[in-house]
């Protein structure tokens, strides 16, 4: 199975488990600092372990600055873990997921995700 994180939206995580026959999405509401806890309780939902992931997808390039570096960040971290592919989309191309995974598999394991952002960190106050 291969894994698609999808931070693009304000206090959601889009999770999708796939292959090339089936695709199973779920969204968690919540703040995205619990993308690993969603990621693991959608993992144990399917009755799957962190082993069964052959590859990971990250959309970038849409979503705030912080849920993008975050879910890049964990994607590259597991990738190296677990010695496994690594991909990053445009939001556009999620819907049709199953239809990049040669793309992925292609990808060098140990090349790992640069992420787009959106727009500029927002991280000070203004004065």
Same mark, same amino acid.
């Given at each position: &199975?291969?894994? $698609? ?11 999708? $488990?796939?292959?090339?026959e089936k695709r199973v999405?779920?969204?968690? /509401? ?18 799957? @372990? ?6 990971? &997808? ?7 600055? @912080?849920?993008?570096?975050? *879910?890049?960040? *964990? %994607?590259? %971290? ?21 239809? $990049? ?13 640069? *992420? @787009?952002?959106?727009?500029? *960190?927002?991280? @000070?106050? /203004?004065?």
């Amino acid at each position: &199975m291969f894994l $698609l994180i999808n931070p693009s939206q304000k206090d959601e995580i889009h999770l999708f $488990l796939f292959d090339e026959e089936k695709r199973v999405d779920k969204t968690f /509401s919540g703040p995205n600092r619990e993308l690993l806890f969603c990621i693991d309780k959608f993992l144990r939902e399917q009755k799957l @372990t962190k082993e069964d992931v052959a590859g990971i &997808m990250v959309v970038v390039g849409a979503g705030s600055f @912080t849920s993008t570096r975050i *879910a890049t960040v *964990a %994607a590259n %971290a597991f990738a190296y873990a677990h010695q496994i592919s690594v991909l990053a989309i445009a939001k556009e191309q999620a819907d049709g997921v199953q239809a $990049l995974i040669p793309e992925l598999l292609k990808q060098p394991v140990g090349q790992y995700l640069s *992420a @787009t952002y959106s727009g500029e *960190a927002n991280i @000070t106050v /203004s004065r």
